[in-house]
């Protein structure tokens, strides 16, 4: 198989981490520690949309909130009042939108199957949200650069997603067998991208990373 440039970071060097018995293969970046699937194993975007409907979060779920407080909590405490953000892949029921906007701010909402209009992506923003949404992108890289050119000089860029940690798992490891996870985050390859992208990188929590844009 030809050697893949990182889709994650953009630019380090890649090695085969895993072919499983289905013959996807897992590349691993040697720079950012990134580890991301073969194209070649993408669903296509149907097959994609099908699995998104067998999820069933809603929007006053209990549960669902505690989950998403994660990220929600420490987020508040540092926004401005009524500061103005974009819930980026905010899925069928956009629960943390709410959330935010119950505590006072101005939230709009995209996702490519689910909030399919374009025109949030036309405005800068105080602070963007992507939770359970950065392990699904096909071109992590590119989406990265679109996540920061949506936000103004000072924005924060927040991230929830399971940090893949342990390698000797990866293979069994229930969160990769879902089939539309294709890209794996470590705490370091968040730094790698902070640098890249000339944002600062702030582990708020396990699994929850802010990037910080200069003022």
């Known amino acids: 198989m030809v050697a893949l440039n990182c889709r994650v970071c953009g630019g380090g060097e890649t090695t085969v981490l895993l072919t499983d018995n289905q013959n996807k293969v897992y590349h691993r970046c040697l720079a950012c520690h990134a580890t991301f699937l073969d194209p070649s194993g ?16 809603a929007v006053d779920d209990a549960g669902y909130r505690t989950y998403l407080s994660k990220l929600a ?14 819930d980026y892949g905010c899925g069928p029921a956009p629960a943390l939108a709410e959330m935010l906007r119950e505590a006072g701010h101005r939230v709009s909402v995209f996702d490519l199957f689910f909030a399919t209009d374009k025109s949030p992506l036309s405005c800068r923003y105080d602070f963007v949200t992507c939770t359970e949404t950065v392990e699904h992108f096909h071109s992590p890289a590119a989406e990265f650069k679109r996540l920061t050119g949506l936000l103004k000089p000072g924005g924060l860029l927040a991230v929830m997603t399971i940090f893949q940690n342990d ?5 069994n490891w229930r969160y990769r067998h879902d089939p539309t996870h294709v890209v794996f985050y470590r705490e370091h390859t968040f730094a790698v991208l902070a640098q890249t992208l000339e944002m600062q990188c702030e582990i708020i929590a396990k699994d929850v990373v802010f990037l910080s844009k200069p003022s």
């Open 42 to 57: 993408f669903l296509p975007p149907e097959a994609e949309y099908a699995h998104y409907l067998t999820h069933e979060n």
């Open 73 to 86: 909590d420490p987020l508040l405490v540092r926004l401005g009042p009524a500061s103005s953000g974009l």
């Open 167 to 171: 390698d000797s798992r990866f293979a």
